[in-house]
Structures are given as C-alpha cells and as structure tokens.
Nanobody, 121 residues
Framework: QVQLVESGGGLVQAGGSLRLSCVVS????????MDWFRQIQGKERELVGA???????NYADSVKGRFTSSRDNAKNTIYLQMASLKPEDTAAYYC???????????????WGRGTQVTVNS
C-alpha cells in the first residue's frame, strides 16, 4: 500500500534551520510531482513549494530564498531544507504526491500525515 511519511519536524529557535523529508513507501509504479503544504491551526492549508519529476521547483513568496526543495527519485523522497526560520513558519507541514500505484491505475493524489514545525522567537 502506498503511503507518504514526513519526518524532520521539531522545535527550533528563530533563525535556525530544519530539513524535512517525505518518503513514498509501498513500491509505487510511478511518482510524479510532489508538493509541500503547511497548515497553521485554525487556518487553511497553504502551498509552500512544489517540485516536479525533473526537479524543477516553485515556492510561495513567503518562503522564497529561505526554503529549498530537492528530490531523490531513486529513493522516492523529497526534502524541504528550511533556513532562517521565523515564528510565523510554525505549522504542521505536509507533503503530497501524484502517484500511480501500478501500471493499470490512474495517477492519484496521496497525502502524508504531517510533521510539526515550531519556531520560537
């Protein structure tokens, strides 16, 4: 069964760094574009960054120049390197991925369960 699992969240001081990982498990047939979202409690989930199969990326204006996403297709893993963290970056961070579970199925969007990032001032 295909699953996405995020890790790497934690508590950090403002100005610090964290690296999040998102692993796709379950031996998917194909993994397409993947995204990072975050959600502050009580607010809507917002897109942080996107990375396609070739490694091209896009970021929300709020994180440009501070966050960098990368991808290891051999490991079905994406990373989000977060630097110069601010208290307003505090949120639950989620990844998603467009995945074909096997050659006979359409691509579907899968989500992980999230990892909490807390930035203290």
């Amino acid at each position: 069964q295909v699953q996405l699992v995020e890790s790497g969240g934690g508590l950090v001081q403002a100005g610090g760094s964290l690296r999040l990982s998102c692993v796709v498990s379950g031996h998917p047939f194909a993994v397409g574009a993947m995204d990072w979202f975050r959600q502050i409690q009580g607010k809507e989930r917002e897109l942080v960054g996107a990375i396609n199969e070739g490694g091209s990326t896009n970021y929300a204006d709020s994180v440009k120049g501070r966050f960098t996403s990368s991808r290891d297709n051999a490991k079905n893993t994406i990373y989000l390197q977060m630097a110069s963290l601010k208290p307003e970056d505090t949120a639950a961070y989620y990844c998603n991925a467009r995945i074909k579970a096997d050659s006979n199925t359409r691509s579907s969007l899968f989500w992980g369960r999230g990892t909490q990032v807390t930035v203290n001032s």
